[in-house]
């Protein structure tokens, strides 16, 4: 979302509020529009609580497996942006809560923003950068990779001017040697 966008949903979202206020409280009566806030509240919170504990379990099945959870911190991420919408009064902010609630709409939402976002793990000091697909600018193709076991390179210090010293073996097949 573009950060000029936000200045005006800083003011449309309380505007759009306050007209469901009037419109509501106009049809039911302001102590059943009250009823209603607090009401959407409460089951917000249990919403929460309950959604939010099954997002933990899963988070932790993912990294006992060795898998990152990068789509259960996403919806982890939406739940608790959907509870911060539910405890806010105001109807439109609560149908929007009560859509994050939903994990067919969560999908949804996460199957968007993962064509658009490249996700960097670390694991045990090394990078683990895997790709979701779509819109991927200025990606740069790495060339052939090769695979190396720990037994097959060595590793040296830099010398006195910082450069790294020649290896001891000299081998003229090693694809590291340039032609």
Do not use: C
């Not at 898998?67 to 919408?85: C, D, F, N, Q, T």
């Amino acid at each position: 979302m573009p950060f000029s966008l936000i200045p005006f949903l800083l003011l449309a979202i309380p505007a759009a509020e306050i007209a469901v206020f009037i419109l509501i409280g106009g049809q039911i009566g302001v102590l059943w529009t009250f009823a209603a806030i607090l009401a959407t509240a409460i089951l917000g919170s249990i919403l929460l609580r309950i959604q939010g504990f099954q997002i933990v379990n899963r988070l932790r099945e993912e990294t006992n497996a060795g898998r990152v959870p990068g789509k259960e911190l996403g919806h982890g991420a939406m739940i608790l942006v959907a509870g911060v919408l539910l405890l806010t009064p105001g109807f439109v902010t609560d149908t929007l809560g009560f859509l994050l609630f939903f994990p067919p709409f969560r999908n949804l939402i996460w199957n968007w923003a993962a064509t658009r976002i490249r996700f960097t793990a670390t694991v045990d000091g090394f990078a683990d950068r895997f790709e979701t697909g779509g819109h991927h600018r200025g990606r740069q193709d790495r060339g052939t990779v090769y695979d190396l076991d720990p037994e097959d390179y060595e590793s040296h210090e830099p010398g006195e001017n910082g450069v790294l010293e020649e290896p001891g073996r000299k081998d003229r097949n090693s694809p590291w040697r340039k032609p």
